[in-house]
């Protein structure tokens, strides 16, 4: 990461908020993995630059990245080697935005009276990080004095995406007094808003102390503030799960912009320009990914004959694409959206879809990460499955068993060591070994190089629930 | 077959034209897999589709399969146990429908002086048999005077993806005298062609009497007929193959139509009215398959959310289509085609672009068929190769071996029957084995149901050619 000076680094956290549905994105995206976990900009995931971005401002220990269920798994392991596993907030269950950062704020003020909180979300793409850097170091100042700061992004074009900030009379800090939120407007309001002046997109990134935004919570959300300071004396204690499920039960959705920004009269508007995206959805790669001559973006193994401003996205399997114009079509392992790029909001509906049938393409993707790799699915039959799994170098799996599968194992890229019951053998490359039910194995790779296997399971019932773990070096629950 | 008694059923020969280059139909098609072997409009090819046709009407030793190149192995596949294997003429090359007509009829007349020919294409759609089957009864006393007879189709909307017939004056057998061919109009043409009326479609298909055909060859494509003339005595023996090799050399791609049917005074249309398609594109499919109440054709795995008009084809995973109209999305293993049904026509330019870049989606299906069954490419990797292989009951393989490939063996339905050099054992469902390169081996299905067996291969080099056959039961080439 790179070390700028930050002023106020000694007590400035940094609060990602990394909830999400999975919709906006699918069929990239899925509910057990949303947008933020997706590596749509290169090698990095959106919420492991997001923790980059913050890098230099925020140290390690005074990040909080809130997340649900068990999205926690995927964080751990995204930000595994950058961040402390204590990093990790789970919320029992998403309640939008507002219990989240009360959760946090009580939190934080409860270790540092003079926090001051930097909160965003994870899956946002921010084009210039120094820019992003400036931002906070301008408003940090305003935040110190007890504003509500939300970073504003001068805007360059009449998006109806986006809710709009009217700003008013300017402070000496530099920030603008909010004279009002504009909900996402149409394009004849967005149109009038820009010829106007003045405005803002909503970025959704805020930098607050933390006593001002519990003392603006107490004010204008007096049933979340009092819910939360009634378990304060066990949060960051081992009771504090017991009372975090308890309390959420409880607590009605409701996002920080209605429930605060929106009613306080201590909010100013910080005006940014540092590149923002909140990739809302697919057609903002535009924005974010090169284009071709012909204005579209190529993303994989994909050809684009005769097409135009097109979206195409390829997972591996060639798209061929003859006359397309404006259009969608992004190809997984297992499902392909082809829409209209003017429908590619819509594409909750499918979702919605899906999820009542009760299908799997809804869920999980086909390639799913673990703390040791990642495995993908490859063929699904009535009583067998195809994997294609890769441990990276001295990767281990943990000691496990399952009830009702027989896994057969294929090396077909660096070395293998096995345990099976009591023995402990290794398996080269175009060797292969069984592993029956019920026989506690094993599956480490010892070597430098990825560790790839074909793993061929039979059995009755093939769910990824069927494992018992004795042993995990990852720390997952075992029996 | 259904037994339907033929006039003319004596000397009737049925010339199957099954060439063809697989770029209309791509992804489906390939150059390796053209359109006459898909299975379309159901659990049959549209080559079987022709043959059973046929079957009522044509002896089987008088069928003729004309084919080039690699397709005559698929053709044989396909027609096993209906046709006799010497049905199949195998070209040196495709040379467009003349010099295929030239040899069919040269072959045939060399036999039975008396024939008459009924020539088709091998991957037309015929919605009504029976009607096609009074056709032909109808056309044969046209064709036994020596009347060239074209099959017009009445047209039921101003098509411009066809040739039309322009009819002239009636004659005693029912039959209209041609006044001319009219190439594929555009819309106004097709609209004042319609109105004019005495139009009708050009099918493809004709029926003439051997010695008619061959006299007209020597009138109109004098070079032609004079090549085959010289190579008569070769026909039907030994000697026919290396002789057509030498010949095809020498010959100019030329079509029937332009040929003979265009010059010659002999050509009579017979109208028709049998439901009858080329299935000329993707378009072609909302003609012969069920559509949906928003006018979409979806066939295998594919959602039409707000969709209409459109045409999905799944090969398995799932096609979410959003918002879209008249948009064709065609989903196979290794490609993907997305675009507007009025481009569809244009498919053969993405192929032109596959093939100049030696892409292997323009040749290879994923999945292939052999006499034994078929197998699936589901993964490739630099050294490694996963296939699904699917064994029909009592089928066998090759007893074959690979110089460079090692292959483990995983049976995940159904029981294998192995050989392994000098052993012969027996594979049970979830069990596996291997086999090392150079090593003999032969893998049979000696039960009732299908076995299903996935193969990983290893090696340096994974290519089919990488296979030395020491016997096989289905007459394919060993050492």
Not at 45 to 57: A, D, I, K, N, P
Not at 93 to 110: M, Q, S, V
Not at 259 to 287: C, P, T, Y
């Amino acid at each position: 990461m790179k070390k700028t000076a930050a002023s106020g680094k000694r007590n400035l956290y940094a609060v990602i908020m990394a909830g999400g549905k999975g919709t906006r994105f699918w069929p990239l995206s899925r509910e057990n993995f949303p947008k933020q976990f997706l590596r749509i900009t290169g090698e990095k995931s959106l919420l492991q630059h997001t923790v980059e971005r913050l890098g230099g401002l925020v140290q390690p220990r005074h990040f909080m990245i809130i997340t649900a269920g068990k999205q926690n798994e995927l964080v751990r392991w995204q930000t595994d080697g950058v961040l402390p596993p204590a990093a990790i907030l789970s919320e029992p269950e998403g309640k939008n935005t507002a219990p989240a950062i009360a959760l946090a704020a009580f939190r934080i003020h409860k270790k540092d009276k003079d926090a001051i909180m930097l909160v965003m979300p994870s899956d946002h793409h921010i084009k210039n990080p120094d820019g992003f850097a400036d931002a906070v170091r301008k408003a940090a100042p305003s935040a110190a004095e007890g504003w509500l700061v939300t970073f504003g992004v001068v805007p360059t074009r009449p998006e109806t995406g986006y809710g709009y900030i009217q700003a008013g009379k300017k402070m000496p800090g530099g920030a603008f007094k909010v004279e009002s939120f504009i909900e996402k407007p149409d394009r004849k309001t967005a149109d009038a808003l820009i010829k106007k002046g003045s405005v803002y997109w909503n970025s959704g990134i805020f930098m607050f102390s933390a006593k001002a935004i519990l003392s603006e919570l107490k004010a204008h959300m007096p049933a979340l503030y009092s819910a939360f300071a009634k378990i304060e004396k066990y949060l960051g204690t081992a009771k504090e799960a017991g009372a975090l499920e308890t309390l959420y039960k409880t607590l009605e959705p409701e996002s920080i912009d209605y429930g605060v920004m929106e009613q306080s009269r201590k909010v100013v508007v910080q005006a940014v320009d540092f590149g923002w995206s909140d990739i809302g959805s697919w057609n903002a790669l535009e924005e974010i990914l090169e284009k071709d001559e012909n204005g579209n973006v190529i993303s994989g193994n994909a050809l684009a004959v005769g097409s135009k401003g097109s979206i195409l996205m390829s997972s591996g399997r060639l798209i061929a694409s003859l006359g397309l114009e404006d259009m969608v079509v992004i190809d997984t392992a297992d499902a392909i959206l082809v829409c209209p790029k003017e429908r590619a909001q819509d594409v909750r509906k499918v979702v919605d879809l899906l999820k009542s049938a009760g299908r799997e393409e809804y869920i999980l993707p086909r390639t799913e990460e673990r703390p040791w790799g990642h495995f993908s699915v490859l063929e699904k039959g009535p009583s067998y499955q195809i994997k294609h799994i890769c441990l990276k170098p001295k990767a281990r799996l943990s000691l496990q068993a399952h009830n009702h599968r027989s896994e057969h194992w294929i090396v077909v890229s660096g070395t293998a060591k096995v345990q099976r019951g009591e023995e402990v053998f290794y398996v080269h490359r175009n060797e292969s070994t069984y592993i029956a039910p019920t026989v506690k194995h094993r599956l480490e790779n010892p070597g430098l190089i990825p560790l790839k296997i074909i793993e061929i399971q039979s059995g009755e019932h093939l769910g990824e629930e069927d494992i018992v773990r004795f042993d995990d070096i990852y720390g997952r629950n075992t029996v």
